[in-house]
């Protein structure tokens, strides 16, 4: 007997069944193998992401400063500047809690299912199946909704563009429509042919991440005009009608959260990175501190630029963002600065849609998706499952159509987003930290750990998601009418049905999740 380089016991001959099982291949260490013979899985992807681009891609994607800076109408009618401020400082605060837990349990089972998986593994033996995959549905619908509203908004704000350089355009809801087809054509071509070069050019999308960040910071800082300190940190607003301050608080803090989401991609492109039990984690927590930071210089010189909140959410192209661009520079200079935020945000719908149809694809792969043979299939050329992504391209086109009939659809596909999202975090976190109770023992060795910290992180990122979640279903404004009413909980509840239907159907016949696929530590 011998042990191995986590400290379990290990039996002779035990690295020749790793190398068997997933034969060594170009950036494949022997922690990958280990890891994938222990999940029980065949290593079809290829391990494209280097330390480095996987930390990149991490935070290109997620993207906090870019998403903040485009997507806070919300937040500027419910709170203001004030509300939007602080919100933010509270969701970065809350969702860091989250993140741990979500890197630690990322390093234990680096697999692109995420949290369905670490369901399957930590929950109490007889939900497990249950459990496991409620949370895989909720998994792909957070995921398919968040990759439409990363398009929805690169389509509209080309759409912006043209109200900007062309004032008599009025923009149409089917026209943003067909422009976010032409966003998700680009997702298409990019992850099916560009999908080797992609990671190659990851570390210079985040520099240019960086330069535009400074670009745009210092821009407001010469050239527009500032409200005063007073008025940033401390005057709230209350557009949204509601019957307090707190409450309008409450609902206008889904700016802050969206900004935040996608933070955990990684995880799901964790069998495409080289040595991904110990860089995945890495690149979950670093990038979510590093983009957190900047964030917040950002949203400081931002909110300081912001002269009249209502002339701003009164912008003919609907973008508050764009009335300070104007406030500070020419019609040429907004088209250069929206431009750059515009390449920015696209290359991370591209990283998104990435990760989006990896998690598809890993439940498909454990049979609990309709359809799954054909939506799990690895293209054995390209070794991508390119079949997810063209599903997931559709999905996108498909919820872009609520546009047409809608001018709230933007704010129903966020919330459907953070409330299936924070079901899937609610149910992970709150699985591995009964694990981390009851049976300590059973947790699996994770290369980035919290420690002695697991049992109070989890807690307290458990706590907060559950609080997420009930602000996440409501509307933007009140009293609400059949074109401001949040659609979300309608679509999250149909969801929930179809789901559980297929669990009675079909799911508890064909799905017996990744924990059957489980290999013990030691062999005897």
Request: glycine residues 8%; proline residues 4%.
């Amino acid at each position: 007997m011998r042990y191995s380089l986590d400290g379990v016991e290990e039996a002779e001959g035990q690295d020749d069944e790793y190398s068997r099982a997933n034969p060594a291949r170009p950036g494949f260490t022997k922690f990958d193998q280990k890891d994938m013979w222990r999940m029980g899985k065949l290593q079809e992807l290829k391990r494209n992401y280097r330390p480095l681009s996987a930390l990149s891609f991490a935070v290109v994607l997620t993207a906090v400063w870019e998403f903040l800076l485009i997507a806070n109408t919300q937040g500027l009618v419910d709170g203001g500047v004030a509300g939007v401020f602080w919100s933010y400082i509270w969701t970065f605060i809350g969702f860091g809690f989250v993140e741990l837990s979500l890197a630690e349990m990322a390093s234990m089972a680096p697999i692109s299912g995420g949290q369905y998986h670490w369901v399957s593994e930590f929950a109490p033996p007889k939900f497990q199946q249950f459990l496991s995959y409620m949370v895989g549905w909720m998994s792909t619908l957070s995921w398919q909704a968040g990759n439409a509203s990363g398009s929805y908004l690169t389509g509209t704000i080309v759409q912006a563009l043209l109200v900007v350089n062309y004032p008599t355009y009025e923009p149409q809801r089917w026209q943003g429509t067909l422009l976010v087809f032409a966003m998700v054509l680009v997702l298409f071509i990019v992850n099916i042919w560009g999908a080797q070069i992609w990671p190659r050019i990851q570390n210079g999308l985040l520099i240019l991440h960086v330069l535009a960040f400074l670009a745009v910071i210092i821009t407001l800082w010469v050239m527009a005009p500032h409200r005063s300190a007073k008025s940033v940190f401390t005057e709230f607003t209350n557009m949204g009608g509601w019957s307090t301050m707190g409450l309008s608080l409450m609902v206008g803090q889904i700016t802050a959260i969206y900004s935040m989401l996608g933070s955990d991609a990684t995880a799901h492109m964790a069998e495409e990175v080289r040595d991904a039990g110990r860089y995945v984690p890495i690149s979950l927590f670093w990038s979510y501190v590093g983009n957190g930071i900047m964030a917040i210089i950002f949203l400081i010189t931002y909110l300081f630029s912001i002269d009249d909140v209502e002339a701003a959410l009164d912008d003919p192209t609907t973008y508050p963002f764009i009335y300070v661009f104007k406030s500070a520079v020419s019609t040429a200079g907004v088209n250069a600065l929206t431009i750059i935020v515009l390449i920015l945000v696209i290359a991370a719908n591209i990283s998104f849609n990435a990760s989006t149809a990896r998690q598809t694809f890993a439940f498909a792969r454990d049979r609990g998706l309709p359809f799954s043979k054909w939506i799990g299939h690895v293209d054995a050329g390209k070794e991508i499952p390119a079949n997810a992504i063209i599903l997931t391209c559709v999905f996108t086109m498909l919820l872009s159509l609520i546009n047409i009939g809608s001018t709230t659809a933007f704010n129903a596909i966020i919330s459907l987003q953070v409330v299936a999202l924070m079901t899937t975090y609610t149910v992970s976190i709150g699985c591995v930290l009964y694990r981390r109770i009851t049976h300590p023992d059973l947790i699996p060795t994770a290369r980035w750990s919290l420690g002695k910290w697991g049992v109070p992180v989890n807690c307290l990122g458990l706590a907060y998601v559950s609080f997420v979640f009930f602000w996440s279903f409501w509307p933007n404004e009140t009293p609400v009418a059949l074109d401001t009413f949040n659609w979300a909980v309608v679509m999250y509840v149909g969801v929930l049905v179809l789901s559980l239907l297929m669990y009675i159907f079909q799911g508890r016949k064909v799905y017996n999740g990744p924990v059957t696929e489980i290999r013990a530590s030691r062999l005897d």
